[in-house]
Each structure stands twice: as structure tokens, then as C-alpha cells.
């Protein structure tokens, strides 16, 4: 059926524009479908919620069920605008043999959609469903409170594609507004394209592939050269909800933020596994509990309706923000991160971040960690490449696992320097081994203010290890790195920086707290090591006490730090430290806080002189007197004319020449020791009278 006006098409008041292959079509025979082609295109439905009247106008292309015939037609609209409202909606369906229409909206200018529905589905058929394409050749697709649904259900047919382009505007879903596809049984769940200059989803809205199918799924994939910015618990997601994995997430934007508790996601609620999210973009924001996820999680079993404890394993966040030098990651806020955490007997998922700045804030959290209930739910990987990387204010990092499982690893590299301001970074363990935690920086490690490096266990495995390649210097200032361990063996430390490890108020320990484990090895290879009220500890209570080794130009340890490798029942560890200075007694002792009184020394000054007669003092001398160092050259190759006293003639020797009134002094006629004291000794009787 085509339809052509010359001016604008108006349906409504529930009308019905209708095409259908019947149930006795003959095989293979299918519908033209519905073709309108006008100025602008307007399909109304009647929509008053105060009266409670809902009367859908609609353009519909079908196969009837059972039937054996051919595919339903095309819906195609094409205009200057297209605009469904009020339960307008475009439908093309199969419950036959035949699939469904694919469904085409075309317009110069905006598509906007208020109350609308465009949907082509496959319900309990073996036909396929259909293909939906929006595209806006000049303007942009707005749509507010409408679903645009491509799906099969109870069928082994596809689901169909969505497209959704406007290549020179910007797409806006508000108001609960849903781009989604599904496939139920053995049918392929196909992608979902996004192209515009800038995305926008508010108020739940929601795009998402949830497939319960055994096929590997089709993709999402959203190209913006603009910004995309979701808010109002909106999400992006892809969903394993069958044995086949969950589809691959892939983003490209200029600018992404994640706000007020929307998300992005490829997670696993069944045996498949959460896929891969990738993000390619300049400034990536998560704030107010916004979130990048790729977990297992609980789902729900869609025939009984009861839990389903997922066993698939968490899938893979990429983030590149290395577009520039301004190009960040931030995380900001309690709740807001980046989350591949597991629950289930699969593996929680990995995180790779390279940005030039990452920033985990205020409660803001990275984690990879586990709850599982089997041992093969291990915590997941997380890996960082960055020029600056900051923690502050609670800030987190971890890979823990509080389940059956080991910790995950954490991996830390930045071309610049890490700084932690009451940060924390942690792979600790309940039931298992926890996790190793390395750390380069090309400049400097900050850990400030509580700030804490632990790989620590709180049961009966092994704490994880610790490598930090602090580049020039590690700086502590009231922070902490451990491998505390409560019943088996502390992990080590490893502890380099070209120049100075500096602890002020600061903890480095690999101590166990009971058990018979071990204290772990700690060691530190800079070179020079400042101590500051500070601990070096690799202590036990039943096992042995780990060992600390040290390696160092310079250890300045004051009176309050402590270096300890003891064990309360076992054998003490051992300390080895290989430097050619450091105190005799291991400790800086601290100068008096009571200064001399200068009353009391001229006093005793005096009585020496009355008691015998002979006469010393020290005389500040200025630079143009003495040479800067013994035996170096003056200063300056004249000397001012001292005030002699009356009982003392001095002899310059040397030249006899003469400028002026100043004598010229040999430069090696410098006086011997004593010189000032004997010369210079006041009168007896100045100032002691």
C-alpha cells in the first residue's frame, strides 16, 4: 500500500492503516506492506490520562499465526518531520513462518515522539522479527516516554536490528523512553547503532540487549562526536541472561558523564558471561553514583520467576582517555565507579583504564572484587596506565574478595606520580590468598593522611605481595603499606626509589597477627631512608618473623621509629641493613629543647678572666677576613683596617706595596690557629667591670 500526499499526512483519532498475510495466504505469499510519503507526517493517537482514555492510532503489517505464508511488508514514513504522539504507533509482527516487516522512519528534520511506539516482534512464531531504522537527515530524534522494540519471544526467530541516526543533530530520550531488542530460545539477538553529534538519555530512559538465547548476540554500538550524558537512573546495558554471553557495549564520544545512579553496562546474571564495554573518549565523569560495570549479578529465572545465581563471569571494562593532555577520568562520589565485581561461582570481570589523569574521589570506587560462593569466583584484574594518578578523601581501589575465592591483582603504572590523600588501595582476603598490588611511578609515590596500601588476608590464606617502584621518591606522611595477615603468612614488600624513602608518622608491615604464619620480607632499596616517628615491622606471634633487608647511602631513624622483625613464640626475623652511614646507635637522638642563657656564659667568661688574667674569645670574623673554608683563598685580596686595641701592634708581612691607606696582604699570609683568639682577646676589664 503506497501512500503519497503532496502536502502534510495527519492520521488520527485511533485510526488503523493495516496490511496482513492471513492464515490461508498461500505459501510463501507475502503483504506489499505500507508506504507514506508527505510534507510532514503526523500520527495521533487519543491520549487523556484525566479521562483515562488511551485510543492508539496505528500503521500495522502482520502475519497471522500459523500462517504459512510470506513476510509481513515494510512500514516506510518519509518527510520533511514525522511526529507520533498520543499512543501513535508503527507495528510489524509474525506469529507465522513469514518474518516481520522491517520498519523505516525518514525524515529531513526532526522525528519527535512523545507517547509513541515503534516495535516489530516475533511472539511464538518461527519467523524473524524486523529491522527498525530512524534516521534524521538535518535535524534530531526526540522521543519522551516511547519505546522503540525489536524483539522475538517464546520463538527461535531473531530479533531484529535498531538503528537510530541523526548524523548532523542530536538524539534525546527523556521520560522513560526505551531503545531495546530481545531474543528469547534459540534466536539471534541482532545490534543496536546509535550515531548523532551528542546523546542525551534523563528519567530512566533506556537502551539495552537482554538475550536469554543460546547465539552469541549482536553488538551496541554508539558513535558520538559530541558528548553523551546520561542522568536519572538511565543505563546503556547489554545482559547475559541465557548460556550465550552478553553482547559487547562499544562507546565513542568526546565527552561522557555519568550521573545520579545511571550506568553503562555488559554484565552476566546466568552461566554466559558479561561482555566487553569499551570507551574511547577525552573526559570520562562519573558522579553522584554513576556507574561503568561489567559483574555478574543475581537475575531472575523469566518461566519460574525465582533467583538464578549467575556462573558466568564478570566481562571487561577498557577505558582510553588519551586523547590530550586535559584528557581525565573521574570518579566522584560515594557509589559512583567502576564496578566488574562477582557474586556468583564465575570470575569477576577485568578493568584496564589509560587516561592522562585518573581520579578517584569523595568515596569514589574502582573494584574488581568478589563474593562468590565457590573458589573459582576470584577477584578480577584491574590495571591502570596514567600520567597523574589521584585518590583522595576515600578514594578506592580495590580487588578484595570476601567469598571463596582469591583476590584479584591490582597494577598501577603512572609516567608521573601517584598521590593518596586518605586513599586506599586494597586486595584483601576472607577465605583465600589475597592479591598482589604493583605500583610505578616515574616521579614520586604521595600516601598522606591515612592513605593505605594493604594486601592483607582476615582468614586462613596467605596475604597477597606489594611492589611500589616509587621512580625518585616515596614520600609517607601519616599513611601505611601492609600485608597483614590474621592467621597464615604476611605477604612482602618491595620498596624502591632512586632517591629517598621518607616516613613521617608512617607504617610499612608485613606483620601476622596469630596463627603460625610468618611475618613476610620487607624490602627497601633507596638511597636515603628518613624515619620519623615511623615503623618498619615484620613481626609474628607463633611463626617465625619475616626478614627486613635495607639498602641504603643514608638511614636517619629518629628516637620514636622502631625497626622490627620479632616473633612471639617463634624465631625473631632478621634485620640486615647494608649503609655507610647511619647512626651508631640506629637512632637520631634529638637536640636539648632547652636553648643556653647567655647571662650565665659571660658571667663564667668574666671570672676566668679576673681568676688568671689570660684572655680568650671567639670573634665573628666577616667573609673578606677569613677564607670560605681552611685553606682556600681569601675572598677578596684586600683586608679592612682592623681596630687594634692599645696594648696590640699587628705586622703585615708580604708585599710593602701600597694603594691608598689599604696594605695589599700575600693571599697565603693567612693567620695560623689562634690567631684570632690571641689578637683580638679583649681588655680584661671591657665588660667586666
Not at 649503609?579 to 646507635?585: E, G, L, M, Q
Request: charged share 10%; net charge negative.
Amino acid at each position: 500500500m503506497d501512500i503519497e500526499v503532496v502536502q502534510d499526512a495527519i492520521i488520527k483519532n485511533g485510526s488503523v492503516i493495516e496490511t496482513n498475510v492471513g492464515k490461508d495466504v498461500l505459501k510463501g505469499l507475502g503483504s506489499g506492506g505500507v508506504r507514506v510519503k508527505a510534507e510532514s507526517i503526523e500520527i495521533l493517537g487519543v491520549f487523556d490520562s484525566d479521562a483515562e482514555v488511551i485510543a492508539p492510532t496505528t500503521i500495522q503489517s502482520s502475519v497471522a499465526k500459523d500462517s504459512m505464508g510470506g513476510p509481513s511488508g515494510n512500514i516506510e514514513l518519509e518527510a520533511r518531520s514525522i511526529l507520533l504522539k498520543d499512543f501513535g504507533s508503527l507495528e510489524t509482527l509474525t506469529e507465522g513462518i513469514g518474518d516481520a516487516g522491517n520498519i523505516l522512519l525518514k525524515a529531513n528534520n526532526n522525528i519527535d515522539m512523545v507517547f509513541g511506539s515503534v516495535f516489530s516482534g516475533s511472539i511464538n512464531a518461527t519467523g524473524n522479527a524486523g529491522n527498525i531504522e530512524l534516521l534524521s537527515t538535518n535535524g534530531n530524534i526526540l522521543a519522551s516516554s516511547t519505546i522503540i522494540l525489536s524483539q522475538a519471544t517464546a520463538t527461535d526467530g531473531n530479533a531484529g536490528s535498531i538503528a537510530v541516526k541523526a548524523p548532523r543533530g542530536d538524539i534525546l530520550l527523556g521520560d522513560a523512553s526505551e531503545v531495546s531488542n530481545l531474543t528469547f530460545r534459540g534466536g539471534t539477538l541482532q545490534g543496536i547503532q546509535i550515531e548523532s553529534n551528542n546523546l542525551t538519555l534523563s528519567d530512566n530512559s533506556i537502551i539495552a540487549g537482554n538475550n536469554f538465547s543460546t547465539v552469541t548476540p549482536g553488538n551496541i554500538s554508539i558513535s558520538l562526536p559530541g558528548h553523551l550524558s546520561l542522568s536519572g537512573d538511565s543505563h546503556i546495558e547489554t545482559v547475559a541472561r541465557g548460556s550465550a554471553r552478553a553482547a559487547d557495549l562499544t562507546i565513542t564520544a568526546n565527552n561522557i558523564s555519568l550521573t545520579d545512579a545511571s550506568f553503562l553496562s555488559t554484565e552476566s546474571r546466568s552461566s554466559g558471561n558479561g561482555g566487553q564495554l569499551s570507551i574511547v573518549t577525552e573526559t570520562l565523569q562519573l558522579t553522584s553514583g554513576g556507574q561503568i560495570r561489567s559483574p555478574s549479578t543475581i537475575g531472575i529465572d523469566p518461566v519460574r520467576g525465582t533467583p538464578v545465581v549467575p556462573s558466568g563471569a564478570g566481562g571487561t571494562v577498557n577505558i582510553h582517555a588519551l586523547g590530550n593532555s586535559t584528557s581525565t577520568v573521574m570518579i566522584d562520589g560515594a557509589g559512583s565507579g567502576i564496578f566488574t565485581n562477582t557474586v556468583g561461582t564465575g570470575t569477576a570481570g577485568n578493568t584496564y583504564i589509560a587516561a592522562q589523569t585518573l581520579t578517584v574521589q569523595n568515596g569514589g570506587t574502582i573494584s574488581a572484587a568478589t563474593s562468590g560462593i565457590s573458589s573459582s569466583a576470584t577477584g578480577g584484574a584491574i590495571t591502570v596506565n596514567a600520567n597523574q594518578v589521584n585518590l583522595m578523601n576515600g578514594g578506592l581501589i580495590t580487588a578484595a574478595s570476601t567469598g571463596m575465592g582469591a583476590g584479584g591483582s591490582i597494577v598501577i603504572n603512572s609516567t608521573n606520580s601517584l598521590s593518596s590523600n586518605a586513599g586506599v588501595i586494597s586486595t584483601t582476603a576472607s577465605q583465600a590468598t589475597g592479591g598482589s598490588i604493583a605500583i610505578t611511578a616515574s616521579q614520586m609515590v604521595n600516601l598522606t593522611n591515612g592513605a593505605t596500601i594493604s594486601a592483607s588476608s582476615t582468614g586462613p590464606g596467605n596475604a597477597g605481595n606489594i611492589f611500589i617502584n616509587a621512580g625518585q621518591q616515596l614520600n609517607m606522611q601519616k599513611g601505611s603499606i601492609t600485608t597483614e595477615a590474621a592467621q597464615a603468612a604476611g605477604g612482602n614488600i618491595d620498596i624502591r626509589a632512586v632517591d629517598i624513602v621518607n616516613l613521617q608518622g608512617s607504617a610499612v608491615s608485613t606483620s601476622v597477627l596469630g596463627g603460625t604464619g610468618s611475618g613476610g620480607n620487607i624490602t627497601i632499596d633507596p638511597n636515603t631512608v628518613l624515619l620519623q616517628n615511623s615503623q618498619i615491622l615484620a613481626n609474628a606471634v607463633q611463626g617465625n618473623g619475616g626478614n627486613i633487608s635495607i639498602t641504603t647511602n643514608l638511614l636517619l631513624p629518629d628516637a620514636t621509629s622502631l625497626i622490627k622483625a620479632s616473633s612471639e613464640f617463634g624465631q625473631n626475623g632478621t634485620i640486615m641493613i647494608q649503609s655507610p652511614i647511619s647512626p651508631a646507635s640506629g637512632k637520631i637522638i634529638p637536640l636539648s629543647q632547652r636553648p643556653l642563657t647567655a647571662a650565665t656564659l659571660l658571667s663564667q667568661r668574666c671570672a676566668v678572666f679576673a681568676a688568671s688574667g689570660e684572655m680568650s674569645s671567639f670573634t665573628v670574623a666577616g667573609r673578606d677576613r677569613l677564607p670560605i673554608e681552611p685553606g682556600t683563598w681569601l675572598a677578596s685580596p684586600t683586608m679592612f683596617n682592623p681596630i687594634t686595641p692599645s696594648f696590640l701592634t699587628l705586622e703585615y708581612s708580604g708585599h710593602d706595596d701600597s694603594i691608598g691607606d689599604s696594605p695589599i696582604l700575600a693571599l697565603r699570609q693567612i693567620a695560623p690557629a689562634g690567631f684570632l683568639s690571641q689578637a683580638f682577646a679583649p681588655d680584661p676589664s671591657v665588660e667586666c667591670g
